[in-house]
């Protein structure tokens, strides 16, 4: 995971509520046995929509992906985390998001940044009235800003996740912070336990 500290560029206004992970990433998606390419089906249902936003070219080559309340809710997968980061999303906004989809942002490197809701109607607001709207999240000071919009705010985020993104540290990486410690403790094993080796 690659270490997080600010996320700053322009913004998709994703103005719809209640928006779970089969509307993210279709079931269909979930066949692959890869972990990349998912960026194609990203909401791929509603890019048949000639008007739907991330087919409008004012939008391209966002970081940062605003949505409505409620994001993220019904099953649990994280190709959904997958595609919107593959899409080249480092950060996603929205009033609230679902615990598990919240959980696979915080495990992959994607920034969840939960803001009050008239923030989130104030930033879909601004970004839709100018697509080049710069939108900074601070991860390190905990803080949303879009200047030109006179937007600002802080999010939560709890210390060991804030860390992980400062770090870049996925689950692995923070066992093997301690890599010292196993092999001291495996080194002290009586030989007849079980081993891995």
């Known amino acids: ?3 997080v500290e600010i996320v700053s560029g322009t913004a ?5 509520s209640d928006v779970d ?20 089906g990203l909401f ?7 008007g739907f936003v991330l087919n409008d070219e004012r939008f391209e080559g966002a970081s940062v992906l605003v949505a409505g309340p409620n994001f993220g809710t019904g099953s649990s997968r994280e190709h959904a985390v997958w ?14 998001f679902a615990d598990i989809f919240r959980n696979n942002c915080t495990k992959n490197g994607l920034v969840p940044v939960q803001v009050p809701a008239d923030v989130g109607e104030a930033l879909l607001d601004a970004v839709e009235a100018d697509p080049d709207l ?27 996740t804030k860390e992980r993104f400062l770090q870049g540290l ?19 094993r009586p030989a007849w336990l079980p081993s891995t080796a």
């Open 12 to 16: 998709v206004p994703l103005r719809r």
């Open 83 to 96: 595609a919107i980061q593959q899409y080249g999303f480092r950060a996603v906004v929205s009033p609230r």
């Open 1 to 3: 995971m690659e270490a």
């Open 21 to 40: 992970t089969d509307q993210i990433i279709p079931s269909d998606w979930l066949k692959r046995i890869e972990r990349t390419g998912f960026e194609k």
């Open 170 to 188: 996925d689950d692995i990486g923070i066992t093997m912070r301690h890599d010292g410690d196993i092999d001291a403790y495996e080194a002290d």
């Open 134 to 160: 710069m939108v900074v999240v601070d991860v390190a000071n905990l803080t949303l800003e879009a200047p030109g919009a006179g937007i600002s705010c802080s999010f939560p985020l709890d210390a060991a």
């Open 44 to 50: 791929s249902e509603w890019r048949d929509d000639r």
